[in-house]
């Protein structure tokens, strides 16, 4: 009767054939997964900020038109504005308090191009405090 020779190395060429196959499912099947969802915090769980000032409310419409609210006691009530004179408006806010917030309130169904042009502008008048207006989460 022959003796077994115990085999002392490990042939480890179909671990690597298995994790080259992997490798390759993996980079198959990862462009076809949409990056682009981003699971946003709730309203409900922020905390409220302390308001020193009242903020100026940009109001966009359907149409791409702007209503400009001012939430200061007294002031004049919601107006029609072009894009001029809302950063006249905030112009004259600031140099008054550089922190005057603004906050914009969009229709949801506006472009978000129209945001993004209001939100650019303002970036361009060195508006430190630019909010979005949102809905509350329902109960």
Not at 36 to 54: C, I, N, T
């Amino acid at each position: 009767m022959r003796q077994r020779k115990f085999m002392n190395q490990i042939n480890i060429v179909p671990y690597v054939d298995v994790m080259l196959v992997l490798l390759v499912i993996f980079m198959v099947t990862a462009p076809l997964v949409n990056p682009g969802l981003v699971d946003l915090p709730a309203v409900a769980k922020s905390a409220p900020l302390p308001q020193q000032v009242a903020p100026l409310e940009v109001l966009i419409k359907r149409d791409a038109g702007m209503l400009l609210r001012e939430r200061a006691p007294g002031e004049r009530p919601d107006r029609q504005v072009t894009m001029a004179e809302l950063l006249a408006v905030v112009k004259e806010r600031q140099a008054a308090n550089p922190q005057q917030p603004v906050v914009i309130s969009a229709d949801k169904d506006v472009r978000y191009e129209a945001v993004m042009k209001v939100m650019d502008a303002l970036q361009r008048q060195n508006v430190q405090r630019v909010g979005l207006m949102v809905r509350p989460a329902s109960q």
